[in-house]
Structures are given as structure tokens and as C-alpha cells.
């Protein structure tokens, strides 16, 4: 996941199920394949747009390495070109690695450019090899924390090594060794390259926010914002330096003879150092093949493309391979800079091939130009980066995950130890966290009001639990009634030596136990020895995490609604209380931090945490009658409850995508139809809410929503649809949902539950209909606004 400086948004996380790797990967552009015009207009465009972001970027990646400057031109060219011709992910972009940057220095700094340009070879071949064997899902299995932990860690060290060029001095070679020598350094500055370098730094973090100035300012500043901020950053660098007269280290750009392309390293240093040698290519396959999956793994979800990991993998490959022989830097595919690719519109592969071709030229044709470049601006450029590669909605996820101690290592390891020995020391962690989790048991005993005990089982029952096992059963008093409830996890066999003896014990001292598991095929042990399916010591019993089961699992009672309130009250705190308590207390203590805001009908038949899978903590909810969304300023009809709700999603939680959700049977959608909002006389509070809805009504006449795989039952339902389209657009009116959508950090959703047939669509905006959940993913189709 190579981060680039540029204007577009950051990717979202990149590491859940990937997309099949079977399909064609020209299906995964975001369009269907243009005409001349549409090239023209699409993907050259975008070319133009990531070639601008990767000139300064590569040059940037390799003045942190120490390698020769013209490698990173190299590698970008090279990578375009290859990768985007080859690669299995037609959108995603490839060029110099950001996260192999330690690596390539220390390389460079013990062997010489040479042999990193050996490694180089020997890694694509390695690739090439890997992807011929079809084992590119393999690297999916790294866990997150180690990847975003990887990261950070090659971040903080980047940042700091970089920190001494923009002070005006010369890194060292190690992240412990840089910041050791720093206090020093900031001592005795380099002021002009501390003046370029500062520059460079507040032109990155303010260019993009040009676009937030209030009113004409605002337009004028979102259109500048468009010119990629790392362009802009090194042109006003280079300008304040050659303005002034400043005498500073610049770029310097070697003849490609200097190169020695076709030369290797000597024999004796191969033979002599050949662990060393061995163990770089295999951490740079694994690093630059670990990156480019998970960034063309974001590509996909963010086109709804299935691309071929296995092919991207042998691009890479090629790549890596041509890339070394022509004296360049190692190649990985990056999330940012492909992201870039989309957001500027691309359509094809060849937009990322074009990009390589126009840095293959800007090497050979604006060697001048590139060598008035000051090294602090170029430092500025890589400090940045790395500072961002430290990314704290990463560190939110895996704390909630509970892999922060993962993460912490592998950061540490990295900045340390080395990337290598980081990402192994990280590994081992997450391994012996598993291995921990695996075998850690919770056992709860508890004294009911009937004086009988209650024990309670969480996680997997091993070996490992035997003795804490015995040690809560032995609380029990001799005699007493006693419920084993264990919940449905591992039970191996020297666990249920030890329950079973116990229970023989128990009850041949006058007690009685049942013994009973919460699994889909529920069954209680009797005293007698004998199962009884779907038993339980109260008058129903349901499964814990899911105690509603339709009018068969609770006794209706129509006669006393509240008492029936109560009893599903007691429930809860009989049945799942004991087992979210751990949760919501962990909740209660962090607050709430939703992912969606789910904006929904207040109909009683429509259960979102049923239809959505989710749990508490997950969607920020609002319902309504009809799950209207009111226009702003529209007298007699505007309601502020609901826009404020919205804009502390969005502006407070900041929330990642909102879901409209509509359902069939709509009574506001028949209302509408029956002209309630519109009767004679004084209109009552129901008439003026349903006001809101007669931009649907106009919607219905002017272009009505369909579906994909079937026609609408009837009016009512067709207006359940086209409302959920409407109130779409009436959400875009809300400024501060405006202002995230147009940025690239909100997702609006359109979605339809139909209550007959217990099916969820979603509203697929490229073909203009609602689509089916499970066709929808079939597809792989993009459905948001």
C-alpha cells in the first residue's frame, strides 16, 4: 500500500475477502470499455494526473533510499508500464515502494547499488514464480496488524531519516542511530534548507484544504486543490530557492552509464555475504508481493472489479525484474496512487500504462528542470509520507480488534530492528495472541434466587482449562441443583473428562445437573444421562445472541403487552446480558465509534440489527416514519431532528457511509398515494411530516425506480423504491454530507427489504435499479451514490 501525496482520498481498509481471482481483470475498470472519445477524455486525463504525483514521489523515495535518483524515475516508468500492461488489476497503479525503503537502504549502504539491483532481479524472478504456482492468496492470510504495524514502523523510520535532510544534514544508517544523532542536528540547522523544507510541509497539509474556504474563495480553492499537492509542494520549494538565491544540495541526475544496467556484483561478494543477500529477497518478494494484493484487493472493492491476484503478481513480477536490470527501484503496487488513477477518472489499464510512458519521458527530456530541485523539498515530501503512513484509523481498528499489543510490536521491531526481523518478532506475537485466545476459558458461577447454581462457559474448554475448571465446579456446595451452560465452542476430550466426572460426583451426592450448549441443535443433559432437544429450564429458550424466534419461541400475550415487555426484558437479562456484559462495558468505557449511519422506517417488522447482521456499537440509527430525509428550507416540511442527527454522524462519528433503507408495505409510501399530506383544512402533524415525501411522488411520475431481476408488484411498492432514490438526493442537500461525499469519504447507499420474501436490494446507481443483495455480490457492481 505505497502512500502518494496527491489531492485524492485515502483508500479504505484493504484487507478482508478478496474478489475472485477467475474472472477477466479488464472487467474490473469502473466503466465498460471506452471509445476513443471516452480514452481521450478518461484515461488520458488520469494518466496525466498520477504522472504528476509520481514524478516528485519517486524522486522523493529515492533520495531516502540513497540510491541514485534516477531509479525512482525508473521504477515508476517501469512499473506503469509493465505492471499495466501485465497486471491482473487494471486500475491499480505500481511504481517505487515506500514500505521497502529501509530495506533498499540498508542494502544500498552495506553492498552498493549494484547488488540492490540484484536483489531487485532475483525478487521478480522470485514473483514471477509465485504467481505461476497460484499461491497470491497466501499473502492475504498476514494478519492486518502486522501489515499496518510494517507500515507505521517504515513510516516513523522514513520520517525521522528524512527529518536530518531537511535540517540540512545526512542521515544515518539506521533509525536508532537518526535519532540519536538528532539533537544534535537540531542544534546547528541548515536554515535555507530548514526554509524549504518548512515550505514544502505547509503547502502538503494546506493544499488540499483550499477547497473548505467559505464562498467564492471555496470554488476557486476546490478547483486548485485539484493539482496534485505534491507538485506543488517541490515547485514551491524549487521557487523559494532559486527566487532567493539559496545555496542548497539539489538533485543530481547521473548518465545513465553510470549505471553499470547490465553489470551484477562480484562473485566474492555473493558467496561471501550470500545469507544476508538471501534473506533481502525473500523480505523484499514478500513485502512488495504483501502490498501490491492488498492494494489491488482495495482497487477491486473500490470499482467492484474482480481482478486476478495471481496475474498481478506475475506483473509485478516482470516488473521487478525489468526494473533491477535498468538500474530501478524495487516496484509494489500502491492503494493512494491507484486511488488517485480512479478518482481522476480512469476507465482502463491504459491510463496506469500512459503514466509510465509520460515519467519515461519527463527522465529523458527534463533532466534540467529536475536538477534545479532542492533535496529539502524532496525531503519535505518523503517526511510527510512517512508521518502518514502512521495512520490513526489503523490503530483505532486493531484496538478494537484487541491486536494494538501486534501492532505496537511490529512497530517497534521495525523502527528497531529492522523491517525483517520486525515483521517476524510481529508475526510471532499475533501467533502466540492466537495460540492465547485459543485456550483462554472463562467459567462463571453463579447462585440463582432459587438457591440453585448457574455455570457458565466461555470459549473453547482445553486441556488448558481443565484446572480453572475444576476450580470453579469445586465452589459448588454438595446437593445443589446446578446448570451447566457451556457456549457451544471447542470442548476437547480431557474437558469433558472433567465435567462428566464431576457430574457423576455430584449427583451421586444428592445433586442434580443439566448440562446443556447453545448450538444450533440446543439439547439438555438430564440427570438420568438422556438429551432432551431443545429443553431448557424456562418456559422458552432461545439461542443467546439471537433470543427472538418469531411468535412460536414467546408466548403472545395480547392481553398484557407490557407485561410481555418485561418478560422479554427478563430474558435478556437472564439469557444475553451475561454474554454482551464484557462488551457493552467495553463500550460504556470507549464510547461509540459506528462505521454507517443507518437511516431507516420506524415500521415494527423492520429489525436493522436482524437484516444487517450487526451488534451493538456498529450503526448509528434513525428511523422515521417512511425514512424520510427532510429537504432543507422548505417551509411548513423541514424537520431539524433529522439533519442534526445526520450531521453529528457525519461531523461528529464520523461515520464512513449512510444507508437509506426503505421496505415493501410502506403506510407512509400508501399515504402518500392517498393524498393524506394534501387534504382540505388544517393539516395534522402526520400530513405536514409526509410532506417531506413529495419529491418522490414527483420522482414516481418523472422517472420511477425499477428493479433489476424483476418487475415491482404494484404502485405502492415501485413509490417505496423510488423514495429511497429520492431521499438520496435530499441527503446530498444536508452541507456537511455534501462536503464528505464530494472529498471521497462518505458513501451514500440505497437499499430495499421486502418483507415477503426476506430479500435485501440495494440501489446499483450505474444501471439505475435496485438489485438483489446476492446478485449484487455475484456481480461485483458498485452501489453506492
Not at 4 to 24: K, R, V, Y
Not at 224 to 234: G, K
Amino acid at each position: 500500500m505505497t502512500l502518494d501525496i496527491s489531492s485524492a482520498p485515502i483508500a479504505s481498509d484493504t484487507t478482508d475477502h478478496a474478489p475472485p481471482d477467475t474472472a477477466s481483470p479488464d472487467t474490473a475498470a469502473a466503466v465498460n470499455p471506452p471509445a476513443r472519445s471516452a480514452f481521450l477524455l478518461h484515461d488520458l486525463a488520469a494518466s496525466l494526473v498520477v504522472f504528476l504525483v509520481a514524478v516528485p514521489f519517486s524522486l522523493g523515495i529515492a533520495l531516502a533510499t540513497g540510491a541514485p535518483l534516477t531509479s525512482g524515475l525508473v521504477a515508476a516508468a517501469v512499473g506503469g508500464l509493465v505492471v499495466g500492461l501485465l497486471g491482473g488489476t487494471p486500475l491499480q497503479v505500481s511504481g517505487p515502494s515506500a514500505a521497502l525503503t529501509v530495506i533498499v537502504a540498508g542494502l544500498t549502504a552495506q553492498f552498493g547499488w549494484q547488488a540492490t539491483c540484484a536483489v531487485t532481479v532475483a525478487a521478480g524472478l522470485l514473483q514471477l514464480l509465485l504467481g505461476s504456482l497460484k499461491v497470491a492468496r497466501a499473502a492475504l492470510a498476514v494478519s492486518p496488524a502486522v501489515v499496518h504495524g510494517m507500515l507505521a514502523g517504515v513510516g516513523l523510520s522514513i520520517a525521522i531519516a528524512q527529518l536530518h535532510v531537511v535540517l540540512g544534514g545526512s542521515p544515518q544508517s539506521s533509525a536508532l542511530a537518526n535519532l540519536l544523532a538528532l539533537p544534535g542536528q537540531l542544534s546547528v540547522p541548515h536554515l535555507p534548507a530548514l526554509a524549504v523544507g518548512a515550505v514544502a510541509v505547509a503547502v502538503l497539509c494546506g493544499w488540499p484544504r483550499l477547497g473548505r474556504l467559505p464562498g467564492t474563495a471555496g470554488r476557486v480553492g476546490s478547483a486548485l486543490a485539484r493539482v496534485p499537492a505534491a507538485l506543488v509542494a517541490v515547485a514551491a520549494g524549487t521557487g523559494l530557492s532559486i527566487g532567493l538565491g539559496l545555496s542548497l544540495a539539489r538533485v543530481e541526475l547521473p548518465a545513465w552509464a553510470e549505471h553499470d544496467l547490465a553489470s551484477a556484483p562480484s562473485l566474492a561478494v555473493v558467496v561471501q555475504h550470500w545469507p544476508v543477500l538471501l534473506t533481502a529477497v525473500l523480505t523484499v518478494t514478500a513485502v512488495a508481493s504483501v502490498e501490491s494484493l492488498l492494494s489491488a484487493v482495495a482497487v477491486d472493492r473500490m470499482t467492484h472489479g474482480s481482478g486476478d491476484l495471481n496475474r498481478e503478481l506475475r506483473g509485478q513480477g516482470a516488473a521487478n525484474l525489468l526494473s533491477g536490470l535498468l538500474g530501478g527501484l524495487p516496484v509494489a503496487g500502491g492503494a493512494v496512487r491507484s486511488t488517485a488513477n480512479i478518482r481522476a477518472g480512469a476507465a482502463t489499464r491504459r491510463s496506469a500504462a500512459l503514466h509510465g510512458l509520460w515519467v519515461a519521458l519527463a527522465a529523458l527530456a527534463l533532466v534540467g528542470g529536475l536538477r534545479r530541485i532542492p533535496l529539502a523539498a524532496l525531503a519535505a515530501l518523503v517526511l510527510v509520507v512517512g508521518i502518514q503512513m502512521v495512520s490513526f484509523a489503523h490503530i483505532r481498528r486493531v484496538h478494537r480488534h484487541r491486536e494494538f499489543p501486534v501492532y505496537l510490536t511490529t512497530v517497534l521491531g521495525v523502527v528497531l530492528l529492522g523491517v525483517p526481523l520486525g515483521v517476524v518478532l510481529g508475526g510471532s506475537v499475533a501467533a502466540l495472541l492466537a495460540l492465547y485466545r485459543l485456550t483462554r476459558a472463562h467459567v462463571d458461577v453463579s447462585e440463582e434466587p432459587d438457591g440453585s447454581y448457574l455455570v457458565r462457559t466461555h470459549g473453547p474448554l482445553t486441556f488448558a482449562a481443565v484446572p480453572r475448571l475444576s476450580r470453579a465446579l469445586a465452589l459448588i456446595p454438595a446437593g445443589a441443583r446446578v446448570t451447566v451452560a457451556h457456549d457451544g465452542s471447542f470442548l476437547d476430550h480431557a474437558a469433558y473428562e472433567q465435567v462428566h466426572a464431576w457430574r457423576v460426583g455430584h449427583q451421586a451426592g444428592g445433586g442434580r445437573v443439566a448440562v446443556l450448549t447453545e448450538r444450533h441443535d440446543d439439547g439438555v443433559l438430564d440427570p438420568d444421562g438422556t438429551v432432551r432437544v431443545g429443553s431448557s429450564p424456562g418456559p422458552h429458550r432461545c439461542r443467546a445472541w439471537t433470543p427472538w424466534g418469531g411468535h412460536h419461541c414467546i408466548e403472545q400475550s395480547h392481553e398484557d403487552p407490557h407485561g410481555r415487555l418485561l418478560d422479554g426484558v427478563r430474558g435478556f437479562q437472564q439469557h444475553t446480558a451475561p454474554l454482551v456484559r464484557h462488551e457493552l462495558a467495553r463500550l460504556a468505557r470507549e464510547g461509540q465509534t459506528p462505521s454507517q449511519l443507518f437511516l431507516t422506517c420506524a415500521d415494527s417488522r423492520l429489525v436493522t440489527s436482524m437484516i444487517t447482521h450487526s451488534g451493538p456499537g456498529d450503526l448509528f440509527t434513525v428511523r422515521n416514519i417512511g425514512n424520510l430525509v427532510p429537504a432543507p428550507y422548505e417551509p411548513g416540511a423541514a424537520d431539524d431532528s433529522v439533519a442534526a442527527a445526520v450531521q453529528y454522524a457525519v461531523e461528529v462519528l464520523e461515520v464512513r457511509s449512510i444507508t437509506i433503507c426503505g421496505h415493501s408495505g410502506c403506510g407512509a409510501m400508501k399515504a402518500l398515494l392517498d393524498g393524506v399530506h394534501e387534504h382540505p383544512g388544517p393539516p395534522t402533524p402526520l400530513a405536514r411530516w409526509l410532506r417531506n415525501g413529495r419529491g418522490s411522488l414527483a420522482r414516481l411520475k418523472r422517472a420511477p425506480a425499477e428493479f433489476a431481476g424483476r418487475p415491482v408488484t404494484d404502485l405502492a411498492e415501485q413509490l417505496c423504491i423510488t423514495n429511497v432514490v429520492q431521499q438520496l438526493d435530499q441527503l446530498l442537500a444536508n452541507p456537511a454530507v455534501e462536503r464528505r461525499v464530494n472529498a471521497g469519504t462518505l458513501r451514500l447507499v440505497g437499499m430495499y427489504f421486502d418483507f415477503a420474501t426476506a430479500q435485501a436490494y440495494v440501489l446499483d446507481r450505474e444501471r439505475g435499479r435496485f438489485v438483489s443483495v446476492s446478485e449484487e455480490e455475484h456481480d461485483e457492481r458498485p452501489v453506492a451514490a
